[in-house]
């Protein structure tokens, strides 16, 4: 019965996708197989560049069909990663990338298995069963992009995202022209690139990872250096939010709802200090004095433009 029911998804397989990508079992979405090994924020940015989000699975049916089709192809890799992913320090829930429930699981024996840090699912290639694993782990992975992409502008040099429907624009001070960001140059600074730009806030844990993504990869980019937690300004990415003194706000007005702190933050006090995401082992929300050196780095976000 089971083979029965596999054959007549499968006859039902896209037709729009590129000859290079996979078909998926119905009109949406393609999928491509990503062979270069990444740590599971850099797999997302890369999807995320071709448009779509590391690989959502909501049934076993899809499961298998993805698993059988990584076979020769992830032949070198004993595991991949898929966009499910998790941090303990938030919430511990499990969540996809590209927003869809989770609803479905294909656990292995023992699985999850997790302690303090970020989690990302990779599924076994022989079995397909999935485990949690430290999102540093470098993996072939697979990327999910619509078969129709809907047409959105971004100005020259920012950075589309399909999840949030927003641009990004990385800033770095040695290109702009500053000692290093703080609250106001970085505002300034995005203000500078658009009048609607600001500096980037975060709305929840998908959005969280995909803001992750982008900085960790543009910051890994630009300098040839290893982060870690003692590196400071070279290693820092300021955002939008922002201590008054009282309260925390980002600083686009986004309701503050959200957060990923790391161990020991928010210190408060420090006065008025500005919120970072600090790139080392794990990439989480620390803070800086207002007075105290800032980052050498900084992430714009805007609304993206309908291209009607």
């Not at 995320?48 to 993805?66: E, R």
């Not at 047409?151 to 950075?159: D, L, V």
């Not at 500005?274 to 790139?279: D, E, P, T």
């Amino acid at each position: 019965m089971l083979l029965v029911l596999f054959s007549m998804v499968f006859f039902q397989l896209s037709l729009s996708c590129p000859s290079n990508m996979l078909s998926g079992l119905s009109d949406d979405p393609c999928y491509q197989l990503v062979t270069t090994p990444a740590p599971f924020l850099m797999a997302e940015y890369n999807c995320a560049q071709m448009g779509g989000h590391l690989a959502s699975v909501g049934n076993a049916f899809l499961n298998t069909y993805l698993n059988q089709n990584v076979q020769q192809k992830f032949l070198n890799y004993d595991s991949y990663w898929l966009g499910g992913s998790s941090n303990v320090f938030v919430s511990g829930n499990w969540v996809w990338t590209d927003g869809e429930n989770f609803t479905y699981s294909n656990w292995a024996a023992g699985q999850p298995n997790q302690n303090n840090g970020s989690y990302g699912i990779a599924a076994n290639l022989q079995s397909g069963k999935w485990y949690s694993v430290s999102t540093t782990a470098s993996k072939p992975f697979i990327c999910e992009v619509p078969s129709t992409m809907t047409n959105h502008k971004c100005p020259m040099g920012w950075i589309y995202s399909s999840f949030t429907d927003r641009c990004y624009k990385f800033a770095n001070d040695h290109f702009v022209g500053v000692n290093y960001f703080n609250y106001t140059n970085g505002k300034a600074t995005c203000q500078n690139y658009s009048s609607s730009a600001d500096l980037a806030s975060i709305r929840d844990f998908n959005e969280n990872t995909i803001v992750s993504a982008y900085a960790l990869n543009l910051i890994f980019s630009s300098q040839e250096i290893e982060c870690s937690e003692t590196l400071g300004m070279d290693c820092c990415i300021l955002i939008g939010l922002y201590y008054d003194g009282n309260q925390f706000q980002w600083t686009d007005g986004t309701p503050f709802s959200f957060t990923n702190w790391g161990e020991g933050q928010p210190d408060t006090s420090l006065g008025q200090i500005n919120g970072i995401v600090q790139v080392g082992s794990d990439v989480s929300y620390h803070n800086i004095g207002q007075t105290a050196l800032g980052c050498g780095n900084a992430l714009c976000e805007m609304a993206s433009i309908p291209d009607n």
